[in-house]
């Protein structure tokens, strides 16, 4: 990868103060690109093998953010981790990769163009592993307490139990910092670790507003004047939501046909399922909101 090299001992102005706090701190980074990008940002992580809910949350919330001017840190991993980076650079803002391994052995290899764009765009591939480290299990998790500790919250969009993303976490009540999770369904593994983190106190993100509050309170960030939520009442109705029981269902979760079957016996009082379903579910396509998987399965679209 194309960037400047810096090295920040523990001593160095540019060393992140945030990062001389945490328990067992880093005694130099390996910092390729800007190392000014090292600020106390927004940590955004999730599941590897993330499913489209997740994928979308991290995308959605890393844009509100990184437009308001945090800057989102993640590990650069497939999935969540990806997609918050990229919410980042769409909006023209700021990110950091927390590497496992040297920034000269970049990993996962086929993210080193996402990497690129990132040192391009004026934030920071970063390592506390000299250039040529390999990455091996344990690295990762600890790069892992680095990207809790820098940032000043850690937002967990999608995690199960037992996980890396939930290790982070565990790094970031350790160092005291805030801690939020997006819900999930119950009925998928992939949500217990946000649902459990809820549980143990962590900051529910049930939609923008809570979202917009806590950046208020914790970055200083004001809402814009020109966004409103879904949900506020208009003439007695809540705007935005909808009379198809079949793309309400999708919009919480990927769906197969089986259950959707199942769910249409439940809604469609007198009418034949298979038609009833089968116009719904036509309905739900046609918004632009819910698709097909390669799967079969039906789920809401990542934005």
């Known amino acids: 990868m194309r960037g400047k090299k810096h090295v920040l001992e523990f001593n160095n102005d540019k060393f ?77 803002g700021k990110t950091v990769v927390f590497l496992g391994g040297g920034c000269d052995k970049p990993y996962p290899v086929r993210n080193v163009n996402l990497y690129q764009d990132i040192i391009d765009s004026g934030g920071a591939i970063v390592s506390e592993n000299y250039w040529d480290c390999e990455s091996y299990k344990s690295s990762f998790l600890q790069r892992n307490r680095l990207i809790a500790g820098l940032a000043k ?100 979760q990927p769906i197969n046909m089986d259950q959707l079957y199942e769910f249409a016996k439940t809604q469609c009082g007198r009418e034949n399922p298979n038609v009833w379903l089968s116009k719904k579910l036509v309905e739900a396509e046609s918004s632009g909101k819910i698709t097909k998987y390669k799967n079969g399965m039906y789920g809401p679209v990542v934005r």
């Open 16 to 92: 992140p103060e945030a990062l001389r706090q945490i328990p067992y701190p880093p005694k130099r980074l390996y910092c390729l690109g800007n190392p000014d990008a090292l600020t106390e940002g927004l940590a955004i992580v999730g599941a590897r093998r993330a499913t489209p809910y997740g994928l979308s949350c991290a995308k959605h919330f890393g844009e509100i953010a990184a437009r308001a001017g945090v800057t989102i840190i993640s590990g650069g991993a497939y999935g969540c981790d990806s997609e918050s980076h990229r919410a980042a650079l769409s909006v023209g």
């Open 153 to 252: 919250a850690t937002l967990v969009v999608e995690a199960g139990v037992p996980s890396g993303t939930f290790t982070t976490a565990d790094f970031a009540i350790d160092a005291g910092k805030e801690l939020l999770a997006v819900p999930g369904p119950i009925t998928y593994s992939g949500s217990r670790g946000c649902n459990r983190l809820i549980y143990q106190g962590a900051i529910p993100v049930v939609d923008d507003d809570v979202f917009y509050d806590f950046l208020y309170t914790t970055y200083n960030v004001i809402r814009p004047s020109d966004i409103k939520t879904e949900q506020k009442v208009k003439h007695g109705e809540k705007v935005g939501q909808s009379n198809n029981p079949i793309l309400e269902a999708l919009s919480a």
